[in-house]
């Protein structure tokens, strides 16, 4: 089937498997690789996008059914050369390590503070809890999103 | 002043957050054009003989280019065992880290018999990957299904066998002689129990993944590893010289001592690729991760301890059954590290440990951060906590009893342990400072006579652990100065987000002056690095780091014979400034010369220095954590409200990324602790095969944690150090663990098995409870 998203910014149209996720129309079709495949299960959020500005895990939903939206991946958020304050909050905190999750708790976090600018340190970890890291033990995370949404005020 | 020892935030960063990082799934290489993809075929009963096997039907599905079988591998070579004659159940066993060959042999796919759910089977290569996973359903297998063995008591009645031609499921037995109890003798306080270390998932987000092209003789593999060059070696098993194979580690997405080497699946991948000769993919998903990739820990223990009524632990007995899952990748090497590290940070008279090893129909075991050490620790501290429960005594107090002290180094313990350096009692001290260990106990003590419903618990590890034991093998650097003043730093080790860039390009800084953005690290090609060990065993930075450092002093060496020649004076008046990395005559600081300066002047405009760096023991980092729970005594729910640590791994090169290391250790040991679990049904069906189902820990079950810092230097390496990457899952496992039992052993509840899961918890309360009606 013909599908149409606005990826990035960027419109894409493709003649698709009516079974194709989302999170493979964006690494195969779209060649956007940084959107990691962790679970297939909506478990570990390493696919999270943003669908319309909506945080979306796109391992379990059809590209059909993000027809006619807009999406929006990590390689996505950078503007004029400058990383977006939740990727420079994960460097300056060092909120990664090998960087597989990163992509998907990036895109958790930037959803998370758009609709909460300052949470504590209880809400942000709730609000990851469908996003999971083996690598940070999830400190460093919740210190870097704390410090972007105190770099957003 | 040096680089070392300050916060300097990783130069890996800005691409893996931007781009994302370049895992194998990711990579675009032209040699991987039109590369098929390979699904696996995997047993679906736990223990059959495999009657037959028909691909027509898949054959058939649109897209498949070949449905392969063991039939099929004709063109390999005739195995050796790999770890040499096979000894038998009764003989000494094979202690390295080596698969028992022989009759314990792991086939590539499954020949005629599957030993648990998830065994590969056949090999199924389509154009895409929504074709593979149809064509693989498509696949019939014919089994003769036998009775599974799922649990350790199961294999020891011997009643099933996986490897009927041994006449035993017991594959390895080791350790010394513990039938002698006359070393309790004497002791006011002895406690006997069992205690479970249950089997979890290693789980690194980025599954197993390889890519593979043969061509012109040569095969290239991308493969998710933690060592490219032992990978290499693995996959001479198709029947290739290792100079005919080139192995590339891309970005790996963590591997948790999982990724070391490479498992059955990757080689046939790269097999195919070879008998196909097209180029061939395969990624896993995560059922098929948790399902088939090693998993850890899964032991065993009964002990016994015995001591005074003062405190002083006399005598120390650990019995150890590991099971080693389907095949015995790792021999005896897990429980022998430990026996080796039974009894922890304590001088005890008397140590007795022995192990045996069994085959089950489950996954296979291995490597999990930690591998063997965790373990030991996480039985030694809950012997000490009911040691120091049944003589009345603060757990606290034991453990300062029975320390090792300062001045006893190095130490040999009685498992034959070679301590380096520890400063135990100081660990301790700082952490019960930094908690108000005294406010805390009080406010215990308040809400036990208050009968409140949600319980404080507080729970101590002392713990010590070896690392880099494979010091004699070393680790290689090589480094280039090039005439434009920039550096190129080859290592054998193989960073997969420990931050091996930023902290080997400090390293490199110190020593020379070439500031770290003129340095590139290049790691986990053979091609380019076709000699070196990998990542494992937290052996980086004391193996790797101090190749780095020698490959450095060498290499100012060699620019010290250039810049006394451009000078036309005497090599010993030749200084290095390495704050500005500029060259001097002693005296004349006004006259310099640029590093680019010097490497124009030597032999090809390159000032080169390759190393090995090798270290004659092995190094042990310690310290201690305390936990601090609340366990809600009507739900049995567990909440995790302070973790306090003190690790001391030496000198802390850079506090980022040592700090880095704890956290993620921490959080996994606490996981162990708390909630994760892998499990079959009787029948050997996995139950935790998605993680919908395996209860990773996440960000909500967690607290913040409380570093501390302890840097007690060791004489083993130039750089001091000890390695860092294990120690928090170690300290955090027991520390948890202890916590939640002291929150409610008020009540009656002496010990509760891994995880404690609410049900847990709650079951043992009201069992307690039943238990003092009576």
Request: proline share 5%; glycine share 10%; aromatic share 4%.
């Amino acid at each position: 089937m013909k599908v149409e998203l606005t990826v990035n910014g960027k419109e894409i149209t493709a003649d698709v498997e009516d079974r194709m996720l989302l999170v493979h129309f964006l690494r195969d079709v779209a060649d956007l690789t940084a959107t990691n495949i962790g679970c297939e299960t909506t478990s570990c959020g390493a696919c999270t996008v943003l669908l319309d500005g909506e945080s979306v895990k796109s391992c379990t939903m059809l590209a059909a059914q993000a027809d006619g939206q807009s999406v929006t991946t990590l390689e996505g958020l950078a503007a004029d050369g400058h990383m977006h304050a939740v990727q420079e909050a994960f460097h300056q905190e060092h909120g990664l390590q090998c960087g597989f999750c990163t992509p998907g708790m990036v895109m958790a976090i930037v959803s998370l503070l758009k609709e909460n600018p300052s949470p504590t340190e209880a809400e942000v970890r709730t609000g990851l809890e469908g996003n999971i890291c083996r690598c940070t033990g999830y400190h460093n995370i919740v210190r870097a999103a704390l410090a972007a949404a105190e770099a957003g005020k | 002043m040096s680089i070392l020892g300050t916060r300097v935030i990783r130069t890996e960063d800005p691409r893996l957050l931007t781009a994302g990082g370049v895992y194998v799934d990711d990579l675009r290489e032209p040699e991987l054009a039109g590369a098929v993809r390979a699904t696996f075929v995997r047993a679906t009963v736990a223990h059959a003989l495999i009657t037959g096997i028909d691909k027509s039907e898949a054959l058939a599905q649109p897209g498949v280019v070949a449905v392969l079988t063991a039939a099929d591998m004709t063109d390999l070579p005739a195995s050796e065992p790999p770890g040499g004659e096979v000894p038998g159940p009764d003989e000494p066993p094979a202690e390295g880290p080596v698969p028992l060959g022989g009759k314990w042999a792991e086939p590539l796919l499954a020949v005629d018999r599957v030993r648990f759910v998830g065994e590969p089977v056949a090999i199924v290569l389509t154009d895409s990957t929504y074709q593979g996973e149809d064509a693989a359903e498509l696949v019939s297998v014919d089994y003769d299904v036998l009775p599974a063995v799922t649990t350790i008591d199961g294999a020891l009645t011997g009643d099933s066998l996986l490897f009927p031609d041994t006449g035993t499921n017991v594959c390895v037995k080791g350790g010394r002689d513990i039938s002698d109890d006359s070393v309790f003798d004497g002791c006011d306080v002895v406690v006997e129990g069992d205690i479970v270390n249950q089997r979890v998932a290693c789980l690194p987000m980025e599954g197993r993944a390889t890519a593979a092209a043969f061509k012109d003789g040569k095969l290239t593999v991308w493969a998710s590893t933690q060592n490219a060059q032992l990978a290499r070696l693995i996959f001479t098993a198709i029947g290739l010289p290792p100079d005919a194979i080139r192995v590339v580690a891309p970005d790996v997405g963590g591997g948790f001592g999982a990724k070391i080497g490479v498992d059955r699946e990757q080689i046939v991948v790269a097999w195919a690729a070879k008998h196909t000769g097209r180029p061939v993919r395969w990624v896993e998903t995560r059922n098929e991760n948790l399902m088939a990739m090693t998993q850890g820990r899964a032991q065993l223990h009964h002990i016994k301890i015995g001591g005074d009524r003062d405190g002083k632990i006399k005598a120390y007995r650990l019995d150890v059954i590991q099971d080693a899952g389907a095949f015995p990748r790792m021999s005896g090497f897990l429980p022998m590290l430990t026996n080796l590290m039974a009894p922890g940070v304590y001088d005890i008279p008397a140590v007795q440990a022995d192990y045996k090893v069994v085959v089950t129909n489950t996954a296979p075991i291995a490597a999990y951060r930690g591998a063997g050490r965790p373990e030991a620790a996480a039985t030694i501290e809950r012997a000490v906590d009911w040691f120091a429960a049944a003589a009345g005594l603060d757990p606290a107090e034991v453990r300062k009893v029975n320390f090792i002290k300062p001045d006893q180094f190095p130490f040999v313990t009685k498992a034959g342990a070679p301590y380096d350096t520890g400063e135990y009692e100081a660990a301790l001290e700082k952490v019960l400072g930094a908690a108000d260990y005294a406010s805390l106990r009080a406010d215990q003590q308040r809400r036990r006579e208050a009968g409140e419903t949600k319980q404080l618990g507080l729970g101590l590890a002392s713990y010590v652990e070896i690392t880099a034991a494979d010091g004699g093998a070393g680790e290689t650097a090589k480094v280039e100065v090039h005439d434009d003043g920039t550096a190129t730093l080859y290592t054998g080790s193989s960073a997969h987000g420990q931050g091996h860039h930023t902290a080997f390009a400090m390293i490199l800084q110190s020593e020379t002056g070439i500031p770290m953005d003129k340095i590139e690290v290049i790691h986990g090609d053979t091609d380019l690095v076709p000699d070196g060990v990998g990542t494992y065993a937290s052996r980086s930075l004391q193996l790797g780091g101090s190749a780095v450092h020698k490959a450095a002093i060498e290499v100012k060496e060699e620019a010290a014979r250039n810049a006394a020649a451009l000078f036309e004076a005497a090599e010993a008046d030749v200084v290095l400034d390495a704050d500005t990395g500029t060259w001097h005559i002693a005296g004349d600081p006004d006259k310099s010369l640029t590093w680019a300066q010097v490497a124009e002047h030597a032999d090809g405009g390159l000032i080169v220095a390759n190393v090995r760096f090798t270290a004659d023991r092995p190094t042990f980092p310690f310290g201690t954590h305390l936990s601090v729970v609340e366990v809600d005594t009507e739900t049995g729910k567990v909440t995790l409200l302070r973790h306090i640590t003190a690790d001391d791994a030496g000198p802390v090169l850079n506090p980022v990324l040592m700090e880095g290391q704890r956290h993620g250790g921490i959080a996994q040991g606490a996981a162990q602790a708390l909630c994760e679990e892998v499990l079959y049904d009787a029948d050997g069906n996995p139950l935790t095969s998605t993680l919908a189902d395996y209860a990773a820990i996440t960000a909500a079950e967690l607290p913040s944690f409380e570093l501390l810092t302890s840097e007690t230097p060791t004489p083993v390496n130039p750089l001091g150090v000890k390695g860092i990457g294990e120690a928090g899952t170690i300290g955090s496992t027991p520390a948890v663990h202890n916590a939640v039992i002291d929150a409610v052993s008020h009540l009656g509840v002496r010990h509760i098995d891994m995880p404690m899961t609410p049900e847990r918890v709650w079951t043992a309360i009201s069992e307690a409870q039943k238990a003092s009606a009576k």
